[in-house]
């Protein structure tokens, strides 16, 4: 599988907003507005924040990504997540990997080597068709089976800041009942 090489750590940096994924049972069927904020520590590790809206209320979990590789110039990253998030005892690992991002860093496609996961990303919540058209070739061309692919509808922007109701990680335990 084909990644981005020599990836910038600090301009992938900041907030993307999910265009598009494959359903996965660690996210709510119904959640809107889904984003993801990533920040660079001081020891090269990036903290995590993925958040997502369900009736109106937020549902959020926070990790860590690492390079797999430490020495390799390959956009191969470990996130680990602990859940449940509001106890969070048991981790979480899995992979990922860049597979394109463009050279202004305002779009992302984001996959695993199992093709299990796949996103489409983007600074803005909303995504210009044939850029997006152009990133479900791409992952078409790495063996993604693109029918597979959910939009994420983004109907009113949540707040900024990361003070909002939150349903305590309720929305994980929800998740493993396909909610």
Not at 50 to 64: K, L, S, V
Not at 135 to 141: D, P, Q
Request: a negative charge; one cysteine or more.
């Amino acid at each position: 599988m084909k990644v981005v090489r020599n990836l910038d750590l600090e301009r992938y940096m900041g907030r993307w907003y999910e265009i598009a994924c494959f359903p996965s049972r660690f996210q709510p069927r119904d959640g809107t507005n889904t984003r993801a904020t990533y920040t660079l520590a001081g020891d090269g590790a990036v903290k995590v924040l993925n958040e997502t809206w369900t009736d109106g209320r937020r549902g959020h979990i926070e990790g860590t990504a690492y390079r797999a590789d430490p020495v390799s110039d390959e956009a191969k990253l470990k996130v680990k997540f602990y859940v449940p998030p509001f106890l969070p005892i048991f981790p979480v690992v899995g992979d990922y990997w860049v597979l394109h991002v463009d050279d202004a860093y305002s779009y992302a496609l984001v996959g695993q080597p199992s093709l299990n996961y796949l996103w489409i990303l983007c600074r803005q919540p909303h995504m210009d068709e044939e850029v997006y058209g152009q990133l479900v070739e791409r992952a078409k061309e790495e063996g993604y089976d693109v029918s597979k692919l959910k939009k994420t509808a983004h109907p009113d922007p949540p707040p900024e800041t990361e003070q909002s109701a939150g349903d305590r990680g309720v929305w994980w335990i929800k998740s493993l009942f396909g909610r």
